[in-house]
């Protein structure tokens, strides 16, 4: 069935050198100096890509989906249009409906505050976890909703004309990211489970006929992406905060009282560091 290979697409030389022998006094001496500011270099040569890996990995998925999406618009796409997957929906599936999708997508926020609640640690205390919630949330939202209003795409049924991307799909993806940054290292079943809903909730709003396929692919491709833009965008607003408190932690005003030659009052001292 088509619907499920979209559903599971959603889920988710150099040789040694050889040297010729030579004798010991024609071999010059390589300065200490040198060798170290060599080995410098090429760490920091090698240090470069290494970051810009870490976020390309990261940023693979959600553009690859959002591709997708877009190459999937009133056309028959890689492997099966949008309009093409609808019939096929409409006619295996008449009549489906259900408004499980209307909560599911909110699962993985669910089980976020239970964990905490029974004592599961995730990667940040449960008040940064709602800090970085509520910035994934808002984010998303606002990319979300400008798309919507610049697309201006009409949904299937005809309802309306805000169908690209999917708010419910966006919104089930960036959750389940959330959730698997702060407890898949725990786990893998963890990320399974996000991920899992999220998923379902994407396939539950084509089945009800709310969406397109092309829909919910960039709507799970911008949910992920928001979330790790925040966690990638959080350290770095962090410690900007925290240098910004050290430095007014260092202003600090004091007032002293004094005594001398038979006078009285009280200082005041701006201690600048």
């Known amino acids: 069935m088509k619907l499920h290979v979209y559903a599971y ?78 019939r096929v929906v409409q006619k295996e599936y008449s009549g489906f409906n259900t408004r499980v999708d209307d909560y599911l997508y909110q699962m993985p926020v669910a089980l976020t505050v239970g964990l905490n609640l029974a004592g599961v640690k995730g990667e940040h205390h449960y008040a940064e976890q709602a800090l970085l919630l509520g910035m994934s949330h808002f984010l998303n939202r ?32 960036a959750y389940a990211t959330f959730f ?11 990320s399974v489970a996000g991920y899992s809903v999220a998923t379902a909730t994407g396939a539950l ?18 949910g ?18 925290d240098q910004s408190f050290h430095r007014k932690q260092q202003n600090q005003v004091i007032f002293m009282p004094y005594y001398s030659g038979g006078a009285g009052g009280i200082a005041l001292v701006w201690q600048l560091r």
């Not at 009409?154 to 991307?165: E, H, K, Q």
């Not at 698997?180 to 963890?190: D, L, N």
């Not at 089945?207 to 960039?218: E, I, P, Q």
């Open 9 to 86: 697409v959603l889920f988710f030389l150099v040789p040694a050198s050889v040297w010729a022998h030579q004798a010991a006094a024609t071999i010059s001496h390589i300065p200490d100096t040198a060798v170290v500011s060599q080995l410098a270099d090429t760490t920091a040569q090698v240090a470069g890509p290494k970051k810009l890996s870490v976020i390309a990995r990261r940023a693979a998925i959600p553009v690859l989906l959002i591709g997708l999406g877009v190459t999937h618009m009133d056309d028959e796409g890689l492997f099966e249009g949008s309009r093409g997957l609808r």
């Open 142 to 173: 606002v990319l979300t909703n400008n798309l919507k209003t610049i697309s201006s795409i009409n949904r299937p049924d005809g309802s309306s004309d805000d169908a690209f991307p999917s708010a419910h799909t966006s919104k089930a993806f």
């Open 180 to 190: 698997h940054r702060e407890y898949g290292s725990r786990s893998i079943w963890y």
């Open 205 to 222: 709003r084509i089945l009800n006929d709310r969406h397109w396929l092309s829909d919910v692919l960039a709507g799970a491709g911008i």
């Open 224 to 241: 992920i992406l928001s979330t790790e833009i925040v966690y990638q965008v959080y350290p770095k607003l962090q410690q900007i905060i």
